[in-house]
């Protein structure tokens, strides 16, 4: 299969399961605001971006080095050292987690303690066996797990927080629940058996501790720029207002699972093209292809969205509309520096995707105190972009030091302008100016149509590859 089939054959199957899971989770949108206050739900946001740092530091950045040296590896043997080293490493983190938490809990004696250890005990196992499943290159799988699992966590919520009413733990309950059946059926269908030989050779940990520890600093950094927002916001603003800030939050996760499939894809395809001779001209075009798809998503949001948000949305969050268009926008230089940043990896530097990170992180919070005395709760917003921004600035270097690879500045410049026309419309709350919005829009939409017609139909082929892929 070529490099463009495949590419396009994992960005489907997994963009199947991302998108699939955004769909269920916009639509209970409006039936957890209804049911939880703004205090519970900033509550229980809080609780899942710490599970994000928590499971950043759990693993080392192992489930990472098990799936780049699985997938790059074609003998068999030296994979399966990999994959058992691997998967030996993991099972002892988590019994240190384990034990730190544990004990923490009982010094402390922090709210939920116990539902919240296996929450995040369940979802790092499930953490690691999705990245197990596309090391393997079991695509397959890990779409069918994800979804599994997307409709597992709907279901049980709805019983445990709608029916039920019980609240966060509702949500604790909902998501264990699902979790442990999803990784259930991820220890079942993955081969793990076939590849385990469970030899400990101490070259392979030495390069893949090599590999893995500079991502954690790079993965922690990268949390402190994403998420210490809510944390600032709890104990400053407090919990109401994160929950403010966590439903326009939503919004920036439909960029970020939209255009997360392609990444996760991208992934796999950068570090398979890297030894090609014309990788440096793909990598170009995909970068080129990548920023106007990003775009046309981070635009359509802004346009479609003052149509439906009254409709849906409760008047208690209203306020999240305005911090809507700044956060998207931060998420299109997310999801850019994500395409820059495996091309990175591809070159084994994850040392210098940790020093962006790093300073990046430092920016965040630097422009986050500095703002929120003046700005209120618009500072979080704020500071993300800015510091999203550096994030793909610092990568784009870095990568340029690898691939000296042209940045398309004109095109960018004209992004940005037709963005900020279709804020002005967005801002402005009349129906008029929203049909105005659309027209640009769907004009931006032909345009770039127009300009990857080529591309587009090479697409159309991956297409046709993928469904013949299905029925096989």
């Given at each position: ?22 769909i ?12 939880l ?21 759990l ?62 005990f ?11 499943a ?21 279901v ?82 407090g ?5 403010i ?7 920036y ?18 570090v ?5 001779p014309?990788h ?67 070159h ?5 995707m ?22 209120g ?36 410049v ?51 590859r ?7």
């Amino acid at each position: 299969m070529s490099r463009n089939s495949e590419l396009v054959k994992n960005t489907f199957l997994i963009s199947l399961a991302q998108i699939s899971a955004q769909i269920v989770n916009f639509l209970l949108l409006p039936v957890y605001t209804a049911v939880l206050s703004t205090t519970e739900y900033g509550k229980a946001d809080l609780y899942v971006t710490l599970r994000t740092i928590l499971v950043c530091v759990l693993f080392l950045g192992v489930e990472q080095s098990i799936f780049r040296f699985c997938v790059s590896e074609r003998d068999v043997k030296k994979k399966q050292e990999y994959f058992s080293t691997g998967l030996v490493l993991a099972a002892g983190l988590m019994v240190i987690f384990s034990i730190i938490f544990v004990s923490g809990s009982i010094i402390w004696k922090f709210q939920y303690a116990r539902a919240l250890y296996v929450y995040y005990f369940s979802y790092g196992l499930f953490y690691l066996l999705i990245h197990i499943a596309r090391g393997m290159e079991k695509t397959g799988i890990y779409t069918v797990a994800t979804t599994l699992g997307t409709i597992l966590m709907a279901v049980f919520n709805i019983i445990f927080v709608v029916w039920l009413r019980l609240g966060i733990k509702g949500v604790l309950a909902g998501s264990i629940t699902a979790y442990t059946l999803v990784c259930a059926y991820l220890l079942i269908c993955l081969p793990l058996r076939s590849m385990a030989v469970f030899r400990w050779k101490k070259d392979i940990v030495k390069e893949m501790l090599g590999y893995s520890l500079p991502l954690v600093l790079n993965n922690v950094m990268g949390w402190v720029a994403t998420s210490s927002d809510r944390l600032i916001i709890v104990f400053i603003l407090g919990s109401a207002m994160n929950g403010i800030y966590s439903l326009a939050n939503k919004f920036y996760t439909i960029l970020i699972v939209l255009t997360n499939g392609f990444t996760m894809a991208w992934a796999e395809t950068a570090v398979k093209v890297v030894q090609q001779p014309d990788h440096k001209v793909y990598y170009q075009k995909i970068i080129c292809l990548s920023m106007d798809g990003y775009f046309l998503v981070v635009s359509g949001i802004v346009t479609v969205l003052p149509f439906i948000f009254n409709r849906f949305i409760n008047e208690a969050y209203k306020s999240a509309y305005y911090h809507i268009p700044i956060i998207v926008y931060a998420a299109f230089w997310y999801t850019l520096s994500a395409v820059t940043g495996y091309i990175l990896l591809a070159h084994k530097k994850s040392g210098k995707m940790g020093i962006g990170t790093l300073l990046v992180a430092v920016i965040n919070l630097a422009v986050h105190f500095s703002l929120i005395g003046r700005i209120g709760l618009f500072a979080a917003s704020v500071s993300t972009l800015v510091s999203y921004i550096g994030l793909f600035i610092f990568r784009y270097i870095f990568m340029y030091q690898c691939e000296d690879i042209p940045f398309p500045w004109i095109r960018t410049v004209v992004q940005l302008c037709v963005y900020l026309i279709l804020c002005g419309c967005y801002y402005r709350e009349e129906v008029i100016y929203q049909f105005a919005g659309m027209v640009i829009y769907l004009i931006s939409v032909m345009a770039l149509i127009k300009l990857h017609c080529i591309e587009l139909k090479g697409l159309w082929g991956g297409i046709r590859r993928c469904k013949k892929f299905l029925k096989k």
